[in-house]
């Protein structure tokens, strides 16, 4: 007769039972248990200060935030007669989108500008960006051709120069006569 050999038994671990939370009170979502992240976007408009440090840390930006009192520098008024004319002559999409005013329209917002709700309104923004930009000409006439500006590290001097596009080249170019080809 044989003898019946009987199978190794199964290792069973006991089973944990959940831990309990020293914290009393609803669960919380994971979302809410994530770590804080600094906003980048503001939600009344435009970008918070971590918003433009993220854009230059990754794209080499050098955003700075919108001219919210009045454009009474030649400075300001150039940049806020450039964002308005720029964003709101040919707008890239709708004022209001559900009832809510989008993006866009806040963006008018961070610039000090009261937030469009038509199309009709938005052209209005345009007109008065239009209007700021020959302010800001007649100013740089009226000093020669010297107008007072923040420093813009650099900027100027590189579109003066034909752009990103030709320091690109002729950095391209520079690296290549270097390699000795």
Excluded: C, I
């Excluded at 840390?57 to 700075?64: A, I, K, T, Y």
């Excluded at 806040?106 to 309104?121: C, F």
């Excluded at 030709?166 to 950095?171: E, L, M, P, R």
Aim: proline share 9%; aromatic share 2%.
């Amino acid at each position: 007769m044989k003898k019946q050999v009987e199978a190794p038994a199964k290792k069973t671990t006991p089973k944990k039972e959940p831990a309990k939370s020293a914290a009393k009170g609803p669960a919380k979502s994971p979302a809410e248990r994530a770590p804080a992240q600094p906003r980048l976007k503001d939600p009344k408009g435009g970008l918070t200060a971590a918003g433009r440090k993220e854009f230059a840390e990754r794209d080499g930006s050098q955003l700075r935030p919108g001219v919210k009192g009045p454009a009474d520098t030649p400075d300001k008024m150039k940049r806020k007669g450039s964002f308005l004319t720029r964003h709101f002559t040919n707008p890239r999409g709708p004022m209001v989108r559900e009832g809510e005013p989008t993006r866009l329209a806040l963006s008018a917002h961070a610039w000090g500008e009261p937030v469009p709700k038509t199309e009709a309104e938005a052209k209005q923004l345009a007109a008065k960006g239009r209007k700021l930009l020959e302010q800001y000409h007649a100013a740089v006439e009226a000093t020669g051709g010297k107008a007072k500006t923040a420093n813009t590290g650099g900027k100027a001097k590189a579109r003066s120069s034909g752009g990103r596009a030709a320091s690109k080249t002729s950095a391209r170019k520079a690296a290549a006569k270097r390699a000795g080809r």
